[in-house]
C-alpha cells in the first residue's frame, strides 16, 4: 500500500478500544449508562405512558405513591407521565442544536483552516465576536426577539454556539495540514475533496466528536433555562425547564414538581460531561482542544 493510500494519520480508535476505555473509567461508564437510559426512555417512553396533557382536578398536586409514582401537577397531570415525554423534547431539542453548530463549525472551521490567508482572518474575526459574549446573554436577547418558541430556543442556542467547533475544526486543521503524506498527496495530484475526505475530516472526527458530547450538556442546560423563563417551551409542552417553571410556585408544598425535572436535567447534564471526558481519554484528545 502507498504512502498516499496510507496516509499516516492516527487510525480512528476501534469500538472495541472505546469501550475498554470507557469500563476502566467508573466515572465516564456512568455517565454513559445514564445518556444511554435517558435515550431509551426518549425513544420507547412516550408509547408506554398516558397522554402528558391527560389529568383530573381531584386528583391535583398529589404526592408521590404507587398511583403516580413521582405525584401530580396543579392540573392533576401524572408527573411521571410528562417527564417521560418531556425526555424525549429534552433530548431532540439538544441533539438537533448540537448538529446545527456542529455542522457550521465544521465547515467554517474547514474553510479557514484550509484556505488561510484573509479568508482565515475573516471567519476567526467572526468566531472571536461570538466567543466575546457569554452564549446564553447572546441567546436570550435572540429569543426575547424572536419570541417564545422551542423553534427559536433552537436558532438561538445554534447561532450563538459554533464559534467552538470552528476553532478546534480550525486547529486540527492546521495540524494535519503540516504532515507529510498531505504534501505528498498533493503531489500525486490528489483532488482537493478527496483530500479533505480521506486525510483531514478523519483526524478532526475524534476532537469534534468529544467536544459535541460535552456541548450536549451545556445545551440541555441552556434550553431548560431559556424554557424556565419562559422563552422556550409554551404550556402545555413537557419539557423539563418548563416543568421546573411550572412547579417553582409550589416548591414548599408540591417540591416534587421542581425537584423531579431538575434532578432529571441534572442527571443528564453530569451525565453528558461525564462521558465526554471518558470520550476525550478513549480518543487520547488533548484537552486544551476542546476547552469552550
Do not use: C
Not at 33 to 55: K, T
Not at 131 to 138: D, N, Y
Not at 186 to 208: D, E, Q, Y
Amino acid at each position: 500500500m502507498s504512502a498516499i493510500d496510507d496516509p499516516g494519520r492516527v487510525e480512528p480508535v476501534a469500538r472495541a478500544s472505546v469501550r475498554r476505555a470507557l469500563r476502566r473509567n467508573p466515572a465516564s461508564l456512568a455517565g454513559g449508562i445514564v445518556v444511554a437510559v435517558v435515550a431509551i426512555v426518549a425513544v420507547v417512553g412516550p408509547a408506554l405512558v398516558g397522554d402528558p396533557n391527560a389529568g383530573a382536578l381531584s386528583n391535583r398536586l398529589q404526592p408521590p405513591s404507587a398511583a403516580h409514582p413521582f405525584g401530580t401537577d396543579p392540573l392533576g397531570r401524572d408527573v411521571l407521565t410528562r417527564l417521560v415525554h418531556g425526555a424525549r423534547i429534552t433530548l431532540a431539542v439538544a441533539v438537533a442544536i448540537t448538529l446545527v453548530r456542529l455542522v457550521i463549525g465544521f465547515v467554517v472551521g474547514l474553510v479557514a483552516g484550509l484556505f488561510g490567508g484573509l479568508v482565515d482572518e475573516a471567519l476567526m474575526r467572526v468566531v472571536d465576536f461570538l466567543l466575546a459574549f457569554p452564549g446564553i446573554v447572546l441567546a436570550l436577547v435572540i429569543a426575547g426577539v424572536l419570541g417564545p418558541s422551542l423553534r427559536n430556543v433552537l436558532l438561538a442556542l445554534a447561532v450563538v454556539g459554533w464559534g467552538s467547533y470552528a476553532r478546534v475544526v480550525r486547529s486540527s486543521v492546521l495540524s494535519v495540514r503540516e504532515e507529510p503524506f498531505v504534501d505528498a498527496a498533493k503531489l500525486a495530484g490528489i483532488s482537493r475533496v478527496r483530500l479533505v475526505w480521506t486525510h483531514f475530516v478523519p483526524n478532526v472526527a475524534g476532537p469534534v466528536v468529544v467536544l459535541a458530547t460535552l456541548d450536549l450538556g451545556g445545551v440541555v442546560l441552556a434550553a431548560a433555562g431559556l424554557s424556565f423563563l419562559g422563552l422556550g417551551a409554551q404550556p402545555p409542552t413537557p419539557e423539563w425547564g418548563a416543568m421546573v417553571a411550572d412547579g417553582a410556585d409550589y416548591l414548599r408544598s408540591a417540591p416534587w414538581l421542581v425537584n423531579v425535572p431538575g434532578i432529571a436535567i441534572a442527571a443528564l447534564v453530569v451525565g453528558f460531561n461525564l462521558l465526554g471526558d471518558g470520550l476525550r481519554d478513549a480518543l487520547d484528545t488533548d484537552p486544551t482542544e476542546v476547552n469552550r
